[in-house]
């Protein structure tokens, strides 16, 4: 690698931590907003989607000036490919941002909801595999991006759990129904956001091993 690409690539790396920065603030927004049925901080969210946007562009043609100058080859190669797909994951979960501050926008018009769903810890978990796996990629670091493959299960766990609650509130709510489904669809966003965080891991473990694991959680484990 000579030292002109090794800087790029240093760059493209902080490119992508900056995002991955500004979509965490977003999904830590949006999950504030539907808690605390906070309209204006939902859209606040939103507005930030047309900036996350244009990082994600910023981050291909970053990606392209490096093919198109340098022509890396070997792991070069692969991180760079692995870079633009883990950008697209990255410009998704801030989608599923939005649609979290859509739901808080959709609560912040009625009676406030006393159900005890966990948003809380999901988002915690969700958050800290997103985080994870960009470290994971920056450092070069197979055995952190099989943990946050692993961490999946229990989001998705959560999500059932909430889903459970959710049925049962129903039952009890009736009149409560529209809040409640809106609740379950920001359980269900969630859940999207962590599958997005395994998908950049299982890229960062392709890039170093040359593994491919993804539908297979018998892999998971280095």
């Not at 808690?35 to 392209?64: F, G, H, P, T, Y």
């Not at 093919?67 to 633009?84: E, N």
């Not at 406030?112 to 990629?137: G, Q, Y």
């Not at 070069?140 to 059932?160: F, G, I, P, Q, R």
Request: proline letters at 1%; a negative charge; charged letters at 30%.
């Amino acid at each position: 690698m000579t030292v002109h690409m090794k800087r790029e690539i240093d760059r493209l790396k902080q490119m992508l931590m900056s995002l991955c920065e500004v979509v965490e603030e977003s999904l830590r927004q949006a999950v504030e907003a539907i808690q605390a049925q906070d309209e204006a901080l939902a859209k606040m969210v939103i507005s930030r989607d047309s900036e996350i946007d244009q990082m994600e562009v910023d981050v291909e043609e970053e990606c392209l000036k490096i093919l198109a100058l340098y022509q890396p080859v070997a792991i070069d190669l692969r991180f760079i490919i692995t870079a633009m797909k883990i950008n697209n994951d990255l410009e998704r979960i801030g989608d599923l941002a939005v649609n979290l501050a859509e739901r808080a926008t959709f609560l912040s018009g009625g009676k406030r909801s006393d159900v005890p769903l966990d948003f809380d810890s999901m988002t915690e978990k969700t958050k800290a595999m997103l985080r994870r796996s960009l470290e994971a990629l920056v450092n070069m670091d197979s055995k952190l991006a099989y943990e946050v493959c692993a961490a999946d299960d229990e989001v998705d766990e959560m999500n059932h759990q909430m889903f459970l609650i959710v049925q049962d509130q129903i039952r009890q709510h009736p009149d409560q129904t529209d809040s409640l489904i809106q609740l379950l669809s920001a359980s269900r966003y969630l859940e999207r956001v962590a599958d997005h965080a395994t998908n950049i891991a299982e890229d960062v473990i392709y890039m170093i091993e040359g593994r491919i694991v993804r539908h297979k959680a018998e892999n998971w484990k280095a």
